[in-house]
């Protein structure tokens, strides 16, 4: 059982906006411990971690959120598939699939067996579907 001194220590460092890996490192604790304590206490972190609210992620725009909506984080389509794309650039995988042999690229996800739909679906059911 952590001491309440402890817990008030998590709780002021979430609310700075230290990241819940590192406060349990500073602390000798486990990741899910601190967001345990971090949920309960309803603590959470500053807003201004990696970019304002109100602007584009992409091209930093001033945006108009819709009240009672999903906050938006893009000022259109333009700007999400430039960030996307910019994004996934980083994380490219060379892979082969399993049914055909083909070498295709995957991003951000290293265990993808199939090249595409197609493939699965030979793969699983065969040569005979309509």
């Known amino acids: 059982m952590l001491a309440d001194v402890e817990r008030d220590v ?14 349990a490192e500073q602390l000798a ?6 967001k345990s304590i971090c949920r309960r206490n309803g603590a959470t972190a500053l807003q201004i971690a990696e970019h304002p609210a109100n602007v584009c992620k992409n091209c930093g725009k001033p945006l108009q959120q819709t009240p ?13 598939y430039q960030w996307w794309n910019r994004k996934r650039s980083r994380h490219p995988y060379r892979l082969i699939c399993s049914y055909c042999g083909k070498q295709f690229i995957s991003y951000g996800n290293k265990s993808r067996k199939f090249c595409g739909r197609d493939c699965y679906t030979l793969s699983r059911y065969g040569e005979g579907l309509p």
């Open 29 to 34: 604790l486990s990741p899910n411990t601190v």
């Open 10 to 23: 998590i709780i002021a460092m979430r609310r700075q906006g230290v990241s819940y890996t590192g406060i």
């Open 68 to 80: 009672g909506g999903r906050d938006k984080i893009f000022c259109g389509d333009k700007c999400r």
